[in-house]
């Protein structure tokens, strides 16, 4: 598994990380703490050293930071841990008056995510999405004083648009604040709309691009046809309306490309996020050791200046 910087700063990480919503989620084999173990063993044995949370995750709340906390048991060296904050936790941080990022909430939410992962650090504390009842100057201070803490060690964002990312770095940067190294966004073959303003925002201020929804809801995995039912306790099964609106010949297009080449859609759709410039790590979820094992042999493949060409022409790039 291939190491890397994300962004500019000194934080390295797998170039595919686990992402860990699914980890306590009910009606999954990651919902009990032998299921969540055995993903993280698995990814860990694969050679993926980042993995993804969030308060949010799990049923109830905060379920899934404490599997992954009791999966890294022992081995919290090998991993870097992603956490995010600033959605609503139904009243488990206290009131939030929705004021989700303010500085006196951030202090409540970093400790409960402390505890819950059962870690003296977090490697990367990511703000969820866009408060607007709190000056952002506020929550980037709030962070900053965490940093020098030690509470965590570097600060990222999910959700921002291009101008908020630009705003956050700038703002950080000439308040002598830590700036954030990190975005997280929807970003794959089928939503390209980062490339627009988000990509070259973060590429200016040498912030790393986290793409999440690598595989479009399951829809890059190969599993599903449009004139099929999807596969019984699959992500789509019962979700018509998502299979009824898919871009069928983008999809495929896809399909072709991949079998042309003797590799799997999942290892074109991350691969090729892997290949972009910005990317620093393709996070996916997973409910089980094979899944997790066949994402981490999916980002080894890296697509030719040709191969990017027609990938381009089966799925065109957001104008500018």
Not at 134 to 140: D, V
Not at 238 to 262: N, S
Request: proline share 6%; with cysteine; aromatic share 6%.
């Amino acid at each position: 598994m291939e190491q890397r910087r994300l962004g500019e700063s000194g934080l390295v990480v797998s170039a595919v990380g686990l992402g860990c919503n699914n980890l306590g989620r009910p009606g999954t084999a990651t919902e009990s703490p032998a299921g969540a173990r055995a993903v993280v063993d698995r990814a860990l044995e694969s050679g993926i050293t980042f993995f993804d949370v969030a308060d949010v995750y799990g049923a109830p709340r905060g379920r899934s930071e404490e599997l992954l906390g009791q999966a890294l048991s022992g081995k919290r060296e090998h991993a870097v841990i992603a956490t995010k904050f600033g959605m609503d936790m139904q009243g488990a941080n206290g009131p939030d008056y929705t004021a989700r990022s303010s500085r006196r909430y951030v202090r409540r939410a970093v400790e409960s995510s402390l505890r819950r992962l059962d870690t003296d650090w977090i490697d990367l504390y990511q703000l969820h999405r866009p408060d607007p009842m709190t000056p952002l100057g506020e929550t980037l201070s709030v962070l900053d004083d965490l940093v020098h803490e030690g509470k965590i060690r570097y600060v990222g964002h999910c959700n921002l648009a291009g101008w908020q990312t630009a705003d956050a770095a700038w703002t950080a940067t000439s308040s002598g604040l830590t700036t954030p190294v990190s975005a997280q966004n929807h970003y794959s073959l089928l939503e390209r709309e980062a490339e627009r303003e988000v990509i070259p925002a973060c590429t200016r201020f040498g912030v790393g691009i986290v793409p999440y929804f690598p595989l479009a809801n399951g829809l890059l995995t190969g599993k599903y046809r449009k004139d099929q039912q999807p596969p019984a306790g699959s992500r789509l099964s019962g979700r018509d309306r998502v299979l009824a609106d898919a871009p069928w010949d983008r999809i495929e297009h896809l399909r072709t490309f991949a079998d042309e080449r003797g590799v799997s859609m999942t290892a074109v759709a991350i691969g090729w996020l892997a290949a972009q410039p910005a990317v620093g790590s393709v996070i996916s979820g997973a409910t089980s050791p094979e899944q997790v094992e066949a994402n981490a042999r999916a980002g080894q493949w890296r697509p030719s200046e040709d191969d990017r060409g027609e990938l381009d022409a089966i799925c065109p790039p957001t104008r500018r």
